[in-house]
């Protein structure tokens, strides 16, 4: 798409609204309900939808695919995602009232970083073709490193805080609470972080490994900088209410990891095979419509089997449980 300066700034300034409005309607500290979440996820679907229907009224089929193919990654990947952040909430022990705060500066904190990693990739693609290769092993291995972790049920553990994030507590100390959603407080005669500014650096510092996922995989559909960032601001923007809409499900999604190892592989073979047609060798090249058809097959089918996985296990728990309910009256009846 031949996107002008202007475009680029009325949309940058149309997102910066939206975001500010969703600031704006979460700035008191509450329980975010499943009625509330499901509204505003529908909205913001809504809104990307008929973002791309514009793609596809000014830019064509071509660039309206894209985006929808990206868009649709991006937010399974996102998804993805949660399953870390239910982890750190658990492991910080962010009270339910302030789990919405510490999303959106999440949230904010991933635009921003994703704004930077969307430029240096599109000025090193730019610059240097064979970086294809590179995005397509880096995303082949991911897709093999996501198999190893759902075969050894990786959303099981628990988070892990890195290093820099240990180093900063140990550096400013940090307080016995949480003070509602204050960053530093006074303590013992010296400024210490809140439980509340560790959790956003928690988060924040995972978005920095989510967006080199994120990033490749997107610029495997498409290579146009503006359908990059919009796509990626689409899906990154109703994470907050997703996390409290699909909390429960989550768990239940137990093929999710298979699903998006697929994709990713299936991105990675499609980004190898763009690099060699760019190197003047003769291959097949995936089409979008395809890419799109296929990673929503995958989703649809993944979501299927998740979803009759959990419910086979909930029914062999019951009748465990029933079994040993009948073995213990049998054993406590008198002889």
Do not use: C
Request: hydrophobic fraction near 50%; proline fraction near 3%; charged fraction near 15%.
């Amino acid at each position: 798409m031949n996107v002008s300066l202007s475009t680029w700034l009325l949309t940058i300034v149309a997102l910066g609204l939206l975001v500010a409005v969703d600031f704006f309607i979460g700035r008191k500290p509450h329980e975010v309900s499943v009625k509330e979440a499901g509204i505003w996820s529908a909205v913001w679907i809504a809104l990307a939808v008929a973002f791309g229907l514009g793609v596809l009224a000014f830019g064509g089929g071509g660039p309206a695919g894209e985006f929808f193919a990206g868009f649709v990654t991006e937010k399974s990947l996102s998804v993805d995602n949660l399953f870390v952040f239910v982890l750190i909430m658990a492991k910080f022990a962010v009270p339910p009232q302030y789990q919405q705060r510490v999303l959106m500066v999440g949230v904010l904190m991933a635009l921003v970083l994703r704004a930077v990693f969307i430029a240096a990739g599109a000025a090193i693609i730019s610059s240097f073709s064979w970086v294809f290769y590179l995005f397509g092993a880096f995303l082949i291995y991911t897709a093999w490193k996501l198999v190893q972790d759902a075969r050894k049920s990786g959303h099981e553990e628990e988070y892990e805080e890195n290093k820099l994030l240990k180093a900063v507590e140990k550096r400013f100390g940090v307080a016995d609470r949480y003070h509602g959603t204050r960053l530093w407080v006074e303590e013992n005669g010296g400024r210490v972080m809140t439980p509340m500014l560790v959790v956003m650096l928690a988060i924040g510092s995972t978005d920095v490994l989510f967006a080199l996922d994120s990033i490749p995989a997107i610029y495997g559909l498409t290579q146009d900088p503006y359908i990059v960032f919009t796509a990626n601001a689409f899906a990154l923007m109703g994470l907050r209410q997703l996390y409290f809409l699909i909390g429960g499900l989550l768990k239940k999604l137990v093929h999710l990891s298979y699903g998006l190892s697929i994709i990713l592989g299936f991105i990675g073979v499609k980004l190898v095979l763009h690099a060699l047609h760019e190197s003047g060798v003769h291959v097949p090249e995936i089409t979008i419509p395809f890419s799109l058809g296929f990673i929503v097959l995958v989703l649809a089918v993944t979501t299927a089997t998740s979803l009759w996985a959990s419910r086979r296990q909930r029914e062999r728990d019951r009748r465990g449980q029933n079994t040993a309910a009948g073995d213990d009256e049998h054993t406590s009846q008198p002889v």
